[in-house]
């Protein structure tokens, strides 16, 4: 994944697929500071928003903006509007996840937690 959004920042980006751009407007206090390290997954597009695959790297530190990482799938924030965001890293950082900053970050959306299989099951059918 591409880390477009620092865990614990208000400073968000955007790929543009050779890039990483200032997302416009660059912040708004309704998302608050992220409270993961946020991006997306090259290649895979998710038909809810027409627009690249949403990722969350689990961890408790803050990964710089613009860091390609790679790991495991863990899960999924599933959310009623389809946008679903794949949480990938390393098996024994799943704990690390704070959910409540994420039901709090998702709340109009209605999210859950999904299982490794359902992740899966969801990239494989993009």
């Given at each position: 994944m591409l880390v477009e959004w620092s865990l614990g920042t208000a400073e968000r980006y955007s790929w543009d697929g050779e890039r990483l751009l200032p997302k416009e407007p660059p912040w708004r206090p309704e998302w608050g500071l992220a409270p993961v390290n946020y991006g997306l997954i090259p290649g895979y597009y998710n038909p809810a928003d027409q627009d690249t695959l949403d990722a969350i790297w689990a961890g408790k530190e803050p990964i710089p903006v613009g860091s390609w990482l790679e790991g495991e799938v863990l899960g999924m924030i599933w959310v009623s509007d389809g946008d679903h965001k794949i949480?990938?890293?390393?098996?024994?950082?799943?704990?690390?996840?704070?959910?409540?900053?994420?039901?709090?970050?998702?709340?109009?959306?209605?999210?859950?937690?999904?299982?490794?299989?359902?992740?899966?099951?969801?990239?494989?059918?993009?």
């Amino acid at each position: 994944m591409l880390v477009e959004w620092s865990l614990g920042t208000a400073e968000r980006y955007s790929w543009d697929g050779e890039r990483l751009l200032p997302k416009e407007p660059p912040w708004r206090p309704e998302w608050g500071l992220a409270p993961v390290n946020y991006g997306l997954i090259p290649g895979y597009y998710n038909p809810a928003d027409q627009d690249t695959l949403d990722a969350i790297w689990a961890g408790k530190e803050p990964i710089p903006v613009g860091s390609w990482l790679e790991g495991e799938v863990l899960g999924m924030i599933w959310v009623s509007d389809g946008d679903h965001k794949i949480i990938l890293g390393h098996p024994q950082n799943l704990s690390a996840l704070d959910l409540g900053a994420l039901w709090q970050w998702f709340k109009k959306r209605q999210p859950r937690l999904a299982s490794a299989e359902e992740a899966e099951a969801f990239v494989r059918s993009l």
